[in-house]
Structures are given as structure tokens and as C-alpha cells.
């Protein structure tokens, strides 16, 4: 909801409306008493005298503001989908989460980073909540400093603002020294800095210092705090614990192990905002999780998809009472904790009545199926014996299995992986030319490190192995404890994480991104540089060149269904479609409204476009990928659209492929990926290879 000017008396009628409400006006709805009373009175439904008594005006106030907005035009109201979205989402926010305020950017337009809208909000919500006399924490961080960076209050008086942790001797830009000098500088007040690291070497060492007299009156100082601003770190490994250098003293495995979810003010905390225990807590020294919920006011700055269990742990701990985020953010964490009408409120559609007739209402979708809770070893055992001429069980187990005419001295062995409900991924990538090797966990689940070790072994050819594939938490988590196993057996392993989809984090935040269909071509690419015995170094080279050049987008039109429930896991508006939809059900950047083959397609392809630097006479690869239940029919005529835009760019289709590739159980979409080609990667990308699913010959 936005509010248009149409005569010079609005800014003067405004500021006077401001002057007589005594109650502040809520976050999302800026500056402007008007929007706040018109989208109480028509979108809520409230009355004039319970919008007086929100807005803490008289009634004959809110009748003069509606009279005016509507009849004499001095406000204007027009609903623009992307602001009405960011107001419902942070409507629900804050009645679900039971938030003192919540302000949401609209979604993604490509015009500016997130890290910058987000900086942006946080410094214009700051003009606000800030007063004379405050004592503001601060935590460190990117987004924290992208505040500052942002925020100028000039007229404050008597301001403190104090370091939450300790310091670090690190080289980023957004230390916990720098990030309160930020602020301090920025609304000009005094800094109180702690004179100590923030992680320790031994929990004596920490207890000595926190006795320190000066130390001591600093902690004093924190406990003074009435508002602190902070970010919320996710465990993705692209998050700011693995890319600082902050935590380098520990394993974060340790953590992860114990399924943490994020980071609040340098603690971990599990999915239900917990604190999850670990060798970093008699360390650490700073603003601890209790002292943390004991501030009156608590501003968590944080957006991007993959931190949506992150910023859900936290809320769900009691450690946010202002939140500030981005709609599609938002949007994850109310699907996340349930909060699947959102989707339908989004959708606006009119409200209708609908008699099922008897016998016509299912409440489960009909499948295949033994006992569920034996589909992935009954799929497996198919698998094996369909396939008997290609892949071969290790040591009798299925869910490690090994190419039989891949592995052989002399070259590097290429190991894949992930959960079912993708096939032909990963399995089918398994043979001559490809993958040596593939792990197999459960439905939508990262396989456990026991098969991932047995693959490495197995793939071993004397010359290292490669290990390839998607950045998901788990899988992550588990790649890397059996890479270090591996070590201890002599195999030397080097990793490629994959980051096609463009839609999963921000241009600034590649190395954030889900490995989706793309990893299509990236498998491609690696088990050709490993099969004409490259070194070690240069597969991986390749490799990651591949998925530089990468880029996927899903659009979803119906959800998938799991096995074990036969219900799908999330739900899409009867006339609603997602754009840049996940392999696991994850919500894309995007809701919108059914529209034509030919209109997808243009909305995927702009956005890749977008991001692949191509000009004309440069070639591509392109896969045409379904979900699982979209037919060929269809995928032929989004494939005719995407040959059209490519040639009207001059780019030419070095080669295409369309079909199942990369599925997600029986969800009705498609996803399109392209592969930036260069010389040596259209060199590799027809290299032969022969496997259950993919055959390339000379």
C-alpha cells in the first residue's frame, strides 16, 4: 500500500496527524498516519473507534483522515503486489511470532543487493526506535554494519553505544570493533569497546579476564543495554562463522552435530532456539543468550532464503522482538512454522464455497507402493538389478554403489551424492565417463558419512578423489566428515559444492546458492576431466568453472507428495505458480498468478540473463528439466520458447537435453538450466560417457 500525493497540503496535513497520535506508527507503514488508518479501516476491517484506539487519536481524527484520503484526494490509495505482499507478511510476522514491530522489503527486484534494502530498512527503522539517552548493543556482522553504514540520526543526546563481544584480530570489515565504532560514529555517540578477545584459548583464561577491573566495568556497561541490534548467522557454509575466520579455533562440526541452526550474538542454538552446547561456551566472552532476552528492545537484521531455519530458531527462542527481513524471507519462515494460509492470502483470491460431492474428496494421493517406510531400500534393490550393467552395491550395501567400469588406476576418482526422490539424480549419473560412485540417503535427506567413505574408497585410484555435490546443510556436513575419514585412510579428497540456482541467495551471495538440475552438467564436466586422467588439481578447476557458469531456474505449478504421508508437503493457490522453487519443496523468490508457457519462460530467462554474461556467437548447453510429473508435451514447448531467446541474443545451443534429470518426487514443474560454454567445458561436455541415463558417444 502506497500513498500518491496529489496536493501540496498532504505533507503539511500529515505532519499535524503525526503530531496528534500518541501511539508511534508502526514500522511497515513508514512515515504516513494515512496509510496506517486506510489499511486498518479496508484491509483489517476495523471500525473507526477501534482504529482510534490503535492509532491513539480520536475517532473524529480517523473519519477526517478517511474523508480526506477518499473524497478529496489528498492520499490516494493503490494496492502494488509487491509492497501489499511485504505488509501482509509482516502483519502475520508479527501477530504469529507475537513481535513488538516487524518491517519487510519487498522481494528481489535485481536493482540493488539484499544486503544493501536490508541495510536501508534497518537504518530507516533505527530513526524510530532510537532515543535520547539510549544504550544501544551492538553485535557484529555483515548486515549489522550494512546498518550503519546506512544510518545518519543526527539531534540524539546522551547516547551509548557498547560492543557486545569481544574483539578478534580478523581482517573483515564488519569486526565487533569496527561495527559499534560504526554506529557510535553514525548517531554520535559514546563508545564503549571490550578490551578483550572474544574468543578465548581456555575457560580460565576467560574467567581471569572477565575479572579485570576495566574488563569488569565494560561488562557492567552491557548490562545497562536497552536495545541492541543484531544479524542472525545460519550454519550454511557460506555463512559468516565459515567465511570470518571467527570460529577457526573449533570444529563447527561439533556443532552441527548436534543440530544447531544458526548463530545469535556469537552462540549457537538449535531449531526450537535452544542454546546447543559445545567447547566454544566457557570461551566465549560477550553478551550471553540470557542477557541477550533480558533487553527491552531486540532488532535482528537478516534475509536471504537459506537463513530462513536460522531466523526461525531465534524467534522461536524469544531473541527477537523487531524483526527485519525480506518478503521472501518472510514468507519461508511463516511456511516454515506452519503458516501455510499466508499463501493464500498472497494469492488474493476472492473467498468461495466449495461442496465436495460425496465421494469425490481424497485426502491422499495414490502411489506404488509396499510399505513406505521400505520405499528407499525397495527403490534401491530395483535399482540394482535394472541396472546390474552399470552399478554394483559396495560391500552388499545400496546405499553405497559404484560404477563397474569407472574406477581404475591412474586416474582421480569422481564421487556424487544426496537424498532420494530426485532420480535419475544422483544414481544415474554412475558409470563410464561419470561418477565412480554414489552415496544414497533417504527421501529429500543427505546420506550418513559410513556410504560417502565407502564410495571414496572405492572410486580411489591412487590420484585423489573428487567429491561433488549440492550445498545443503546435511549433505555439507556429512561430505566433510567422511573427506577428513578419508584422510586418515591416505585418500586425498577435494570438494566442489554446487550453486546453480540462481533464485536460493542473492548475486552477492553465490557461494550461498542450492546445487539443483545444473548439477546436471557440472557432474558431466568433472567425470570427464577425471576420465581422461587429469590431475587432481585440474578437476577440481574444471569443476568449479562448471558451476561458475551455471544457472538454474524451477518454476513449480503443483506441489510433490511424500511417501510416507502421501500428502503433499506444501501447497500452491489453484491459479498461483512458483517461481524458483527448490529439488525439496523449498519456496521460490516469488508467488505469481498461471500464466503462459511462453511468459515463464521469458520470466527464467530474464533472470539468467541477468546473470550470464553471454553476448552473441557465444554457445551454451541447455537442460530442459521436469520435476517428475510434467510431460514431455509440455517441456518441448517451454524448450521451443527458450531456443527462441537464445537466438535473438545470437547465442547458439551447443547441445540440449529434455526430460527427467533432476525430479522431486512427482511435483508438476520445470526447471531450465544453462551451461555457459568455453572451449575446454565444450570439449568435456562431449566427452563419451555411458550410464543408466546418460550416454554420449564419439
Not at 500529515?14 to 504516513?32: K, V
Not at 531465534?314 to 524471507?329: E, Q, W
Amino acid at each position: 500500500m502506497i500513498a500518491k500525493t496529489s496536493s501540496p497540503r498532504k505533507n503539511a496535513i500529515a505532519r499535524s496527524a503525526a503530531d496528534d497520535a500518541s501511539e508511534p506508527i508502526p514500522l511497515r507503514f513508514g512515515d504516513d498516519p494515512y496509510v496506517w488508518a486506510c489499511w486498518l479501516y479496508y484491509e483489517d476491517g476495523m471500525t473507526q473507534g477501534d482504529i482510534a484506539e490503535t492509532m491513539g487519536i480520536s475517532r473524529a481524527t480517523v473519519n477526517s483522515y478517511l474523508a480526506e484520503a477518499r473524497a478529496r484526494g489528498i492520499v490516494n490509495i493503490s494496492i502494488e503486489p509487491s509492497r501489499l505482499s511485504s505488509l501482509t507478511i509482516a502483519q502475520e510476522l508479527k501477530r504469529h511470532f507475537g513481535l513488538q514491530d516487524c518491517l519487510v522489503v519487498p522481494s528481489d527486484d535485481g536493482t540493488r543487493p539484499l544486503i544493501d534494502r536490508l541495510g536501508t530498512a534497518g537504518a530507516q527503522a533505527l530513526q524510530r526506535i532510537l532515543k535520547s539517552g539510549d544504550t544501544l548493543a551492538v553485535v557484529w556482522g555483515r548486515t549489522v554494519m550494512a546498518v550503519a553504514e546506512q544510518t545518519s540520526i543526527a539531534g540524539l543526546q546522551d547516547m551509548t553505544v557498547v560492543q557486545a563481544t569481544g574483539g578478534t584480530s580478523a581482517t573483515f570489515g564488519y569486526t565487533p570493533e569496527l561495527c559499534a565504532a560504526a554506529f557510535a560514529n553514525s548517531i554520535d555517540a559514546k563508545l564503549i569497546n571490550i578490551a578483550a578477545p572474544a574468543i578465548v584459548s581456555t575457560s580460565e583464561v576467560r574467567n581471569i579476564l572477565l575479572r579485570e577491573p576495566l574488563i569488569e566495568s565494560q561488562f557492567a556497561a552491557l548490562l545497562q543495554v536497552n536495545k541492541v541490534i543484531f544479524g542472525i548467522a545460519s550454519m550454511r557454509p557460506n555463512s559468516t562463522i565459515h567465511t570470518s575466520g571467527f570460529f577457526e579455533s573449533v570444529s563447527l562440526q561439533q556443532y552441527l552435530a548436534k543440530d544447531a541452526a544458526g548463530v545469535v550474538a556469537g552462540r549457537f542454538i538449535d531449531g526450537q532456539g535452544h542454546p546447543v552446547a559445545g567447547p566454544l561456551d566457557d570461551r566465549t566472552i560477550g553478551m550471553s543468550l540470557d542477557m541477550l532476552k533480558t533487553i527491552g528492545t531486540r532488532v535482528a537484521v537478516a534475509g536471504g532464503f537459506d537463513k530462513v531455519p536460522a531466523i526461525l530458531a531465534a524467534l522461536r527462542g524469544g531473541y527477537v522482538n523487531i524483526l527485519i527481513t525480506d518478503a521472501a524471507t518472510g514468507r519461508g519462515i511463516l511456511n516454515a512454522d506452519g503458516v501455510t494460509e499466508i499463501d493464500q492470502r498472497l494469492s488474493q483470491r476472492p473467498k468461495t464455497d466449495v461442496v465436495a460431492l460425496p465421494g469425490s474428496f481424497r485426502t491422499h494421493i495414490k502411489k506404488f507402493l509396499n510399505d513406505p517406510e521400505n520405499v528407499v531400500e525397495e527403490m534401491l534393490e530395483g535399482v540394482v538389478k535394472a541396472h546390474a550393467g552399470y552399478i554394483e552395491p559396495i560391500d552388499g550395501s545400496h546405499r553405497a554403489l559404484v560404477a563397474r567400469n569407472g574406477p581404475r588406476p591412474g586416474k582421480v576418482g569422481l564421487v556424487v551424492g544426496g537424498g532420494t526422490g530426485h532420480e535419475p539424480a544422483f544414481l544415474g549419473y554412475v558409470g563410464k565417463g561419470l561418477a565412480d560412485a554414489v552415496a544414497v540417503g533417504n527421501i529429500f535427506s543427505s546420506p550418513p558419512p559410513g556410504p560417502i567413505l565407502q564410495c571414496a574408497k572405492a572410486a580411489s585410484g591412487g590420484k585423489g578423489v573428487l567429491f561433488v555435490y549440492g550445498n545443503y546443510a546435511g549433505d555439507v556436513m556429512n561430505f566433510e566428515m567422511a573427506a577428513e575419514m578419508a584422510v586418515e585412510d591416505n585418500i586425498e579428497v577435494r570438494t566442489v559444492v554446487t550453486t546453480d540456482d540462481i533464485s536460493s541467495s542473492p548475486r552477492e551471495d553465490r557461494d550461498g546458492r542450492r546445487g539443483v538440475a545444473g548439477n546436471f552438467f557440472i557432474f558431466k564436466i568433472a567425470g570427464a576431466a577425471c576420465d581422461r586422467e587429469m590431475s587432481l588439481d585440474a578437476c577440481e578447476a574444471l569443476t568449479r568453472r562448471a558451476n561458475d557458469r551455471t544457472f538454474t531456474v524451477g518454476v513449480a505449478l503443483e506441489p510433490c507428495s511424500l511417501p510416507q504421508t502421501r500428502r503433499h508437503n506444501f501447497e500452491i493457490g489453484p491459479d498461483d505458480i512458483e517461481i524458483g522453487m527448490g529439488i525439496h519443496g523449498e519456496p521460490g523468490v516469488i508467488r505469481e498468478r498461471m500464466m503462459s508457457a511462453d511468459a515463464v519462460v521469458d520470466n527464467v530467462m530474464d533472470r539468467i540473463f541477468g546473470e550470464m554474461n553471454a553476448v552473441s556467437g557465444d554457445r551454451v548447453a541447455v537442460l530442459l528439466n521436469s520435476f517428475g510429473a510434467t510431460p514431455l508435451m509440455e517441456l518441448y514447448i517451454l524448450f521451443r520458447r527458450v531456443e527462441q531467446r537464445l537466438s535473438a541474443k545470437g547465442i547458439q545451443i551447443e547441445a540440449n537435453w529434455v526430460g527427467h534429470y533432476c525430479t522431486s518426487l512427482d511435483m508438476v514443474g520445470a526447471s531450465i538450466s544453462i551451461l555457459h560454454l568455453d572451449r575446454e567445458l565444450t570439449e568435456l561436455l562431449h566427452h563419451p560417457c555411458e550410464t543408466a541415463f546418460l550416454r554420449v558417444s564419439n
